[in-house]
């Protein structure tokens, strides 16, 4: 109760001292080349003369603004409003009766000098450019979460970021913030910190590769870098090898060989740009192809998945070394039809219990699967084919089973009678 008494003593003390006068609107906020008009008028007395006093003194019909008479009392018209309009209005009567309109005028929030994408060096302390006009700047990543660095300060013209690395490689957001009229603006920056190849998994001094003859082996060189990198293969020590194919994608180069005698090796991969350079040797060794597996059985099926069990070759039976002994399988399949489409393949390692699961595949359906082994070397000739079937599913004719996994028991002397596994 006391606050609104309080309340109402102060209008009637502002009205003592403005008298009658009203003004359409007593604070105004614009921006730049706005055009509008305020009104002053006494709703007592329409007959009363208004004059106009702006920042720099009277207003009449011929100054900045001008001054109208309409219906609804003296006007000062603004038109195309500059920062220099800003300031305190007083309209006056003779009778020293008066009312105020203040005016605020925004330029408009706008960036300068502030490109989308902008590059520095790695180790260099690069300024992220943001420049705003008409208002305030705030900075944040693209998730917006806050830029909490101590490598990192706004300064007046950007974002200074000290000794930059290639993680500080990402989009910033530049906010810019009108808080008189509420404007606010994004600006997505991407930065790119450029530096030297540098390969992506830490490696030894020298990378073995194994291949057999009359195969082929795939030498792989993959590396980070800012521009990209340009990519030479030589074998060693300077000659460059020209018996293979080379193919390149951003930032990776694979050389693929067809392996005679004269093709293993030593290879050197160099990967370059403007920054610096990285360098590879490969030793390409000769290995031994592996044999397809012993035996490819079913341990189990359900509607939708196909449990294998997968036995690998003895390679000691070829004299092989321990490096060449299986590593895992390829396991191709499709459905048994006269049009089964194209094979599909998984990659799985060996597998200390000797499941080999497919998964997502169709119910009721007859499956041709048949089996690689896998070393460092290579992949052997696949298996002849065996045929299996998932199990129908809970809504084919009624079925209903239990439970997820229903194991399907084969004797092994079927096995061994029925199925060839090495094709002749």
């Given at each position: 109760?006391?606050?609104?008494?309080?309340?109402?003593?102060?209008?009637?003390?502002?009205?003592?001292?403005?008298?009658?006068?009203?003004?359409?609107?007593?604070?105004?906020?614009?921006?730049?080349?706005?055009?509008?008009?305020?009104?002053?008028?006494?709703?007592?007395?329409?007959?009363?003369?208004?004059?106009?006093?702006?920042?720099?003194?009277?207003?009449?019909?011929?100054?900045?603004?001008?001054?109208?008479?309409?219906?609804?009392?003296?006007?000062?018209?603004?038109?195309?409003?500059?920062?220099?309009?800003?300031?305190?209005?007083?309209?006056?009567?003779?009778?020293?009766?008066?009312?105020?309109?203040?005016?605020?005028?925004?330029?408009?929030?706008?960036?300068?000098?502030?490109?989308?994408?902008?590059?520095?060096?790695?180790?260099?302390?690069?300024?992220?450019?943001?420049?705003?006009?008409?208002?305030?700047?705030?900075?944040?990543?693209?998730?917006?979460?806050?830029?909490?660095?101590?490598?990192?300060?706004?300064?007046?013209?950007?974002?200074?970021?000290?000794?930059?690395?290639?993680?500080?490689?990402?989009?910033?957001?530049?906010?810019?913030?009108?808080?008189?009229?509420?404007?606010?603006?994004?600006?997505?920056?991407?930065?790119?910190?450029?530096?030297?190849?540098?390969?992506?998994?830490?490696?030894?001094?020298?990378?073995?590769?194994?291949?057999?003859?009359?195969?082929?082996?795939?030498?792989?060189?993959?590396?980070?870098?800012?521009?990209?990198?340009?990519?030479?293969?030589?074998?060693?020590?300077?000659?460059?090898?020209?018996?293979?194919?080379?193919?390149?994608?951003?930032?990776?180069?694979?050389?693929?060989?067809?392996?005679?005698?004269?093709?293993?090796?030593?290879?050197?991969?160099?990967?370059?740009?403007?920054?610096?350079?990285a360098e590879r040797?490969?030793?390409?060794?000769?290995?031994?192809?592996?044999?397809?597996?012993?035996?490819?059985?079913?341990?189990?099926?359900?509607?939708?998945?196909?449990?294998?069990?997968?036995?690998?070759?003895?390679?000691?039976?070829?004299?092989?070394?321990?490096?060449?002994?299986?590593?895992?399988?390829?396991?191709?399949?499709?459905?048994?039809?006269?049009?089964?489409?194209?094979?599909c393949h998984r990659e799985f390692?060996?597998?200390?219990?000797?499941?080999?699961?497919?998964?997502?595949?169709?119910?009721?359906?007859?499956?041709?699967?048949?089996?690689?082994?896998?070393?460092?070397?290579?992949?052997?000739?696949?298996?002849?084919?065996?045929?299996?079937?998932?199990?129908?599913?809970?809504?084919?004719?009624?079925?209903?089973?239990?439970?997820?996994?229903?194991?399907?028991?084969?004797?092994?002397?079927?096995?061994?009678?029925?199925?060839?596994?090495?094709?002749?």
């Open positions: 109760m006391t606050s609104y008494v309080i309340i109402c003593l102060m209008f009637m003390v502002i009205k003592l001292i403005q008298g009658s006068l009203v003004v359409t609107q007593d604070i105004a906020v614009k921006v730049v080349n706005s055009t509008f008009f305020v009104s002053c008028y006494d709703p007592d007395n329409s007959s009363v003369v208004v004059t106009w006093i702006g920042p720099r003194g009277p207003l009449g019909h011929h100054t900045r603004p001008k001054v109208q008479t309409g219906s609804d009392g003296t006007r000062i018209l603004f038109i195309n409003t500059t920062l220099d309009d800003g300031g305190k209005y007083v309209c006056t009567t003779s009778e020293n009766d008066r009312a105020e309109f203040r005016l605020t005028v925004e330029a408009p929030l706008e960036f300068m000098d502030t490109p989308t994408e902008q590059k520095a060096s790695e180790g260099s302390d690069v300024t992220v450019r943001c420049e705003v006009r008409g208002g305030r700047r705030t900075w944040s990543y693209e998730d917006n979460n806050e830029i909490n660095d101590t490598r990192i300060d706004i300064i007046g013209d950007g974002l200074l970021i000290r000794n930059a690395s290639r993680r500080d490689s990402k989009v910033y957001i530049c906010k810019a913030v009108q808080p008189n009229t509420g404007t606010i603006k994004d600006r997505r920056i991407k930065l790119t910190i450029e530096h030297a190849p540098t390969f992506i998994t830490p490696q030894a001094k020298e990378d073995h590769v194994y291949g057999y003859l009359n195969g082929y082996a795939n030498l792989t060189c993959f590396v980070e870098a800012e521009p990209k990198a340009k990519f030479e293969w030589l074998s060693s020590p300077t000659k460059v090898r020209k018996t293979g194919n080379v193919t390149e994608s951003p930032n990776q180069s694979i050389l693929q060989l067809k392996l005679e005698k004269l093709t293993f090796g030593k290879y050197k991969c160099r990967a370059s740009n403007r920054w610096g350079k040797v490969i030793i390409l060794e000769e290995g031994v192809k592996p044999e397809p597996p012993e035996f490819l059985e079913l341990r189990g099926a359900n509607s939708d998945l196909l449990d294998l069990g997968i036995k690998g070759p003895d390679m000691r039976k070829l004299n092989a070394s321990d490096s060449m002994r299986p590593i895992g399988f390829n396991v191709r399949f499709k459905p048994h039809k006269e049009d089964g489409g194209d094979w390692n060996v597998s200390q219990d000797n499941s080999y699961v497919l998964r997502h595949l169709n119910h009721n359906t007859e499956y041709e699967v048949e089996a690689a082994t896998r070393n460092l070397a290579g992949l052997s000739e696949y298996s002849n084919t065996s045929i299996f079937r998932t199990l129908p599913s809970v809504n084919d004719n009624g079925f209903n089973l239990e439970p997820e996994l229903v194991f399907v028991l084969i004797p092994v002397t079927f096995l061994l009678t029925s199925t060839t596994f090495h094709k002749l």
